[in-house]
């Protein structure tokens, strides 16, 4: 068979099946028909090997979420889609500070000196930063998962795989809609989006939402809620033509997000006031934050940021094949102010501030061609950043007095300094106090990056079944990083020590003035060594990052492969540990697959087996074993074994099921924590990454002649427990209590159930997120467990239920 009746076969098969793996049918939002023929399923074309392809055709591990997925469960950011594809996890509770994690590979950033481990990359262009990753799903055509490593087609930072955000285009065709979105918990959510044609070659698309709740968290003293939404977000884009070969596409990309920080829920038992927890807090008498009321007291809790983004996409058409310039500019401040303690009492006062700032510039020029043997891209990128951080602990000197008492460290009768010496000054008539000042530590940093890249990668169409794929990616990375530990900040406290001092109160009861100036929170050696000096490192890395595939079509439906790829993460340095710094990280996967698809039963199904070894692993993360948390580095390898499958089956011309699932066994090798107690081996012990994760849907359409269609979708997500290790039990991330317990199973269940009017102008819907109320903790704030004896509890958001209207013009 020759090469070309192989694609025209291949392109019949895609009008009569599309072989697809989406985990719906494909369907238009904005109030198009809501379902589509079953026998003429759309094609699906993804760009998850920068060339376009059809899905069932790339030799990767790759799951696509299109927009019905996103419409089905009312999805608002990727945090609200993670459940629904298995080996993915975001913990998006703070959309300033988000978690990804891909096949159990993560990063636990705690600052600007790490990069994450699943690049995310919208258009094509690196969003950088954790800061400014998780943004609103802001016309959104599909979003492309690839798992495993993807060094050599998306570059630095994609270890554990890459998310791929495709935005829609402008089109030829002048047209609007509006989205209007009403639930529980004061949801209002409005949409709507203009695309107006602006000559024979140019269109110009707009989209802007509105996205406001009240939250689900009431404080039990005053029923002030906590929590919410508060986000306005806009996206422009201009597409035209520049002669018969040359399309450029402008984008503007803005979010304002202003909103109360997280709220936690105390666990410990309080006595009344002003009696104190015990310090350590006991884990056998926390509290189910499920079944408990909520008291926080942060006087400025908040989390906002402003994020900005542009890009320039030129297309170039030659005869030899084609040249793509992508140029980009993002910017985004954000703040995020929380409470630590879970309690509104005074005198246990804690909560943590992280503000960033952030602006970097990504160019690239990317070659592409094919012909009747070959298939290649080839390309060159650079990318720029510039970052600041600000970390911050924010008590109050009444608050440290308890942390002073619990750690035994004043030296006078009740065990208390401020208190006791305030006792003392009200006893001889002063009217001052050392009680109830404001008290402030901050760790600042700076990073300068610049990645310079060079890449390749080739497909050999060996005969009609056979296809070989080499890709080769050169990347080097150059970093400039500070550290500054300042002194404590506590203003008015200070203002009434230098008082005292000079009427001779600190000479007359026998104790120096300098017994009232310390530091709480960040006081490891190198940050007390380092008080008030500025320090500088550098340093840079390169690394080669090949893949290698070959891919078998044994018939025209049915598609074996096998691959050996490796992913990159660029070396960094600990933001909040002076001085340290780590060698970038790699990770060799190799993998087998199948992707079969069956026309005339109307099903597909892909099945991958993978192992990777996962070399020089960097792990910055809160030791909450120690008296005082610290953020420590730990260095070792991780080994895992696993099988993702998918499958979408069109049972019948109305109804449909997919189902996807993931199966992981990942272990550390050659690993040791650094604990308050001495290293911890944890070789050969779970990473903590659950084993099992799936999901299902299935939705059923129902053609209503003149009065319209009504389509009916419903979804389960299940993620496996926590496989516990000796260190992650004792810090609490995967650990059983007498009321709950953290890192175990979690089921969600959703349903939607939308009418559309036979022109397709209108759409009515109902719907309802985890219908079965599930709930589960899935952090605990710790940070004063020690030394005021609180813990707090983050718990999962309970069931929402709301209607949508939606109208196309």
Known sequence: MELKQRDLIIGMRRVLFGGCTLLAAAGPAWGQQATADAVTLDAITVTAQSREQELQDVPIAL?????QIIADVTAEDMGDLDSFVPGLRINSVQPTQPEIALRGISTDDFGIGTDPAVGVFIDGVYTGRSGGILLPLTDVERIEVLKGPQGTLFGRNTAAGAVSIITRRPGSETEAAVKLRLGNYGKQYLEAMANVATGDRSALRLTGLINHSDGWVQDAATGKELGGDNVWATRAGWQLGLGDNTTALISWDHENLDQRGRPTTGIVPLPPTPGLPSAPADPSSYLDPREIGTFNDTRASAEWRTFDGVTLIVDHAMGWGNLTSTTAWRQFDSLNRVEEDGTNRPYLYLDTTNR????????EFKFSGASDRFDWVAGVSYYEEAASQTS??????????????????????????FGFFSQVLAANGIPLSLLGHDWNETFRNTLRTKAYAGFGDVIWHVNDKLNLTFGLRYTRDEKDFSWFNDQRSAPTLDATLDALEVAGFFALVGVPKEMFVFDLAFIDPPAMMNKGVLNRASDS????????VVDYHFTDDLMGFASLAKGYKAGGFNALQIGSEFDNEDVWNAEVGIKHALPQARLAYNVSVFHYRYDNRQSIRLDNTSTIPRFVIDTGDVEAYGVDFDLRWQVTDAFGLDFNAAYIDSEYKDYAVDTAAGLLDLDGQPTGEPSWSAAIGGHYNWRLGTAGDLRLALRHAYRGACRGNDYNRDSGDCASFPGFSTGQSQNRTDVRLAWASPDGHWNWAVYGNNVFDNRYVTQLNVYGREAFGTVGAVVSEPRTYGMEVSLKF
Do not use: M
Not at 63 to 67: A, F, G, K, M, W
Not at 356 to 363: A, I, L, P, T, V
């Open 541 to 548: 890395w390169s690394d080669w990052s090949p893949r290698f």
């Open 356 to 363: 960033e700032s952030n602006e970097n510039k990504y160019q």
């Open 392 to 417: 911050e602990v924010n008590t109050t000197s009444t608050a440290v007095d308890t942390a002073v008492a619990n750690l035994g460290l004043a030296p006078t009768p009740d065990g208390t300094l």
């Open 63 to 67: 799951q696509v979420l299109n927009e």
